[in-house]
Every structure is written in structure tokens, then in C-alpha cells.
């Protein structure tokens, strides 16, 4: 979901980004060709750059989902001294549905636009059809107004027009039909079905039909005296004929295309030109060039050469288990630029393995692998954030309701007035069974086993994905007991997160790189289970009671994130 919605943030901003250019530099221009492979380009552009980095990277000038949207959080319970729980309101899930209305509304404009295709069908069917030039003409009454599509051209029966200007009109629409613009049409009616929330939609068709009219105008006006064909725009009665996939001889427009017929045609400015090829280019390198680092190091100074036996060895020993049927490269270049590119950028499809120095030179070989099409194999792996997170089967609402019937308050934590803020850790199963339950934090009295009991009971979830696959998914919920009946949950937790403080250094031992460290809370006292993990990985580890921490990492530059329930989620590069 989280790449969809990264897809479609990008496709959008390129979109509002492009429009903007265009409107800048084009809206008033004469060069209609020019105007239109822009707005072309402008669409196609938005389509497909994304499509070369819909992940991102931590760097990246637009973030992924991920890195904007918080880690979720169970809410907390307030079990109470009479032994009842008070279950916190239910949080509203927008993706539950916000997703379906997307989905029915674009569903929608795509059956708009079927059923006006099968109208055009069906008038095409019912018209009188005969062959003039290289295209097909079909005339009937049930024709309103006058417009071609693909390589038909559609004429209403009833027009009061002479066949000298009737010939006009269908060279007119003969130049819809040579520039392709019923292509234009199919385009952004798609678009629009992907991106009906976009209000800019709007003004791309507005100005895609205006040039292709100007365009066609244009071309007509050569052959034939200006004032006259403007004498015949204004003759021809103007019909809203409905079929908004046709390109309209009449027009809503008309008077301004009689005005642009009249106005001297001129270049458009080399530097606008310049400037409508910078920001294509900008856009470009701005959403796509990060997932292009292994091809941009190797066009300078990388070469691909020939696997070296130690680097053999390390494929067969360490990294061929870790990632089975995935593509290995070995490259050799400067040692320099391949620490800035892998420094700049965390590259989610080339991962960087290992560095090898060569003898007596600056250059380095660098081994990498290419992940981009490959699954997840071990299934003993646990997540902290994934793409999907686990859900208890029935909604939020049925556990809650599941932890207020069993969970009681302890006797012995009741008569000693115990009470605090209780956290458990559980794992989701890839097949939604609940293992690994016990208290990250406790506070005695029984509290501690009463919650582990009732978790460890909790009927199984939906699991977590990760790419589309099922994974294990490791979770935290805060139970708060308390002797105060008139106690209520927090809500969501972000509103009460402490911060922390964090530190690490990268070092060297056999070989192997190690990132270690300190976390400690804001008055420095150690935070003991911190979760630590290598971003853009599965590596992690988590802080012992000194707060101290050590974790192995495949490679010398990237970012440690630290996640704990009830604190600020803080990272640190290296």
C-alpha cells in the first residue's frame, strides 16, 4: 500500500509541478505542436519517472510514505481498581475507507469512459457511412455538431452548410485525425481516472483540447483565406454535442480561436525552451536519479571486471544464504567516490556488501547485490515497521473488547496500591498466531503476568506484509493499571512520547564493521530494550541495561534508527 500511495504522491506533485511550468512559460505562446508535446510530456513524465524510484531513499527531496508517516502504536488500556478495563475510543483507520472510495471512484471515471467510447460505437453503427479521402465519414441526425475520433469523422445530418464549406470542415477535422489527437484524449480521461482528486486533471483537459483546435486551426487557415474561415466558425451553430472524447469543430471556444487565427504566429524563446527541458530533466533526476547510483558509478569510474576468489568466497559463505537468487555485482573504481554515492543515498535496489582494497592503488573493489526482485526467504525474521501492519482479526474493537472480559486487576497489586504503566511485547506470526509475549517494562504485583496471560490467550491476527508477503511483526501494547477509577487512556501515544538520547560510532573487529553505542533518556539514565535497527534493512538489535549497544553492519555508511513505545523515534547516520 505504502508504494502506491508513494506512486501516486509523486505522480500528482509532477503533474501540479509540470502545469506550473507550462503555465509560466507557454500559456501564451503561438507554437501549438510545441504546446502540445509539452503537455504530452508533462503527463508522460509524471507517469513514469516515479516509476524508477517508488521507494526512495532516506536523502531523497521527496519522502517516502515511511519516513513521513509515524510508527504505529497499539493505544493504551486503563484497567482500573475495581477490576474493570476502560478500552480507549476506537481510532478512526482513514485507510479503511479512504482506499475503497479511491478505488470506486476510479472504477467509476474508467466506466465513463467505456460508456462514452460505446455511445460512439453505437452512433457509428446507427450513422450513414461513406469514404471520403483516406477516412471513413459517418452522417446521421442523431449527430450533434460536427467532430472526429481516431479515424472517423462524424457529421450531423441536419447542418445547413454548403459542400465547398462542408469540405472545410472535414479538412479540419482530417487534421485531428493526422495529429493523433484522439491519443491526447484517451490519455488524460486514463489520468484522470488514476488522479479524479487532482483538480489540475481539470486544466489539462481544458488546455489540450484548446491546442489541438488551435493546432488543427492552424493547419486549415494555410489552404484558405483567414476572414473566410472565420466567416465559417461563426456560421456553424455551436452544439454541445456530449461526446468529450471528440475533437469539436464547434467549439465553446470559438471566439478565441477566431482571435488566435488573427494573432502573427511567432517562436517560442530559446530560453523558454531551454528552461521546459531543465525542469523535465530536474524532475527527472529529482524522483528517479537515487535509484540509479550503481549505474551512475559505474559510467565514471567503476569498470565491471571479473569475480576475484576472496570475493567468491564471501558470496558462497556469507551472502548467498542471506540473499538467495539474488543478482551479486563486483565493480573496482575510486574508493572516494563510491563512499560519497553510497553516503548520499541508501539504495533499496543495490545493496552494498563489502568494500576490498586492491594493493598499491587508491581504487577499491566493491561488491553489491540487486535486490529489486527478490522475496523474502527467512521466515524467522521479525519486523518493527512493515508496509502492512498486523491487525487483530474482528478490528481493534473485538480485542478490546476480548482484554475488558479476561483482563482483571490483580489482588495483590490492589492491596499493596500498585499501579503504573505496564508494556508487552508479542510477535504476530506470519500465520496470525501470537508468540513471544512478555513485559518490556513492568511494575510487580501480578500486573506483569496478568497481561502476559491474557495476550498470550488473545485469539490469532491478520499478520503483517512486507511486499505483499506475509511476515512476522513484532508489536508493543501499553496496559496502564491504575487505582483511580475515573483514569482514562492517553489516546494515541505520539501525544505522550518522551525523548531520548542517542550516540554510536562505527568500528572494525575482524574484518567486520560495527556500529556501537549509548541510548539514554533525557536526564541520562539508560534505556534498557531500545530497538535499534539498520534502516532500509532487517538488521537490529536492541539495548541492554547499561543502555549500551553493538550491532554488525554490512556496510560503512547508512542510518541506525531507534524505536522504543513511549519515546521520540530518533536516528543518527554514519
Known sequence: MNTIINY??????????????YWLLF????????????LLSAMLGSLLFPLFTITGTQNGIIPTLGNTIPAHWLPEIVIVGHGNVVT?????????????????????????LLIRVGKIVWLFNQA????????????????RGIFSFFHYIFLSGGNQIEAAEKEEILQHEAVHIQKGHSFDIILIHLLQAVCWFNPIIRYYKISLVQVHEFEADARSVESMDVDRYCGLLA????????????????NSFTLKRINMMKTVRRKISQWKMASAVLMLATYFVVVACQDQIMHEITDSTLTQVEFPEIVKQDIANKYQAQYPGAKFNYMEGDADEIRNKFAANSAVKQILLNTYPIPNRKTVGVLTVDISNLELKDENEIYAVVEETAQPRGGMDKFYKYIAANLSYPAEARQKGIQGRV??????????SISDVRPLKGIGGGCDEEAVRIMAQAEPWNPGKQRGMAVRQRMVIPIIYSLDDTAQPAGKLEEVKQSMR??????????KYFMVGKVTDVDGQPLLGMNIILAGSTQGTVSDKNGDYKLEV?????MLVFSFVGFKTESITF
Not at 475507507?97 to 471512484?105: A, G, K, L, N, Q
Not at 452544439?239 to 469543430?249: D, E
Not at 542517542?502 to 574484518?511: D, F, P, V, W, Y
Not at 554490512?554 to 547508512?558: A, I, L, S, V, Y
Open 235 to 250: 456560421k456553424v451553430t455551436l452544439q454541445q454535442n456530449g461526446f468529450v472524447l471528440a475533437n469539436h469543430f464547434t
Open 502 to 511: 542517542t550516540n554510536g560510532s562505527l568500528i572494525q573487529e575482524g574484518g
Open 88 to 112: 480507549p475510543e476506537a481510532q478512526t483507520n482513514y485507510w479503511s475507507w479512504i482506499t475503497p472510495v479511491y478505488i470506486c471512484v476510479a472504477i467509476f471515471f474508467i466506466l465513463l
Open 27 to 38: 500559456r501564451n505562446e503561438t507554437q501549438f505542436t510545441t504546446k502540445r508535446w509539452f
Open 423 to 432: 508494556f508487552i511485547e508479542f510477535v504476530v506470526n506470519q500465520d496470525g
Open 554 to 558: 554490512n556496510k560503512q555508511t547508512g
Open 8 to 21: 501516486l504522491i509523486e505522480l500528482n506533485l509532477g503533474l501540479v509541478f509540470f502545469y506550473a511550468v
Open 128 to 143: 450513414k457511412r461513406y469514404t471520403w479521402k483516406a477516412y471513413t465519414v459517418a452522417e446521421s441526425d442523431r449527430v
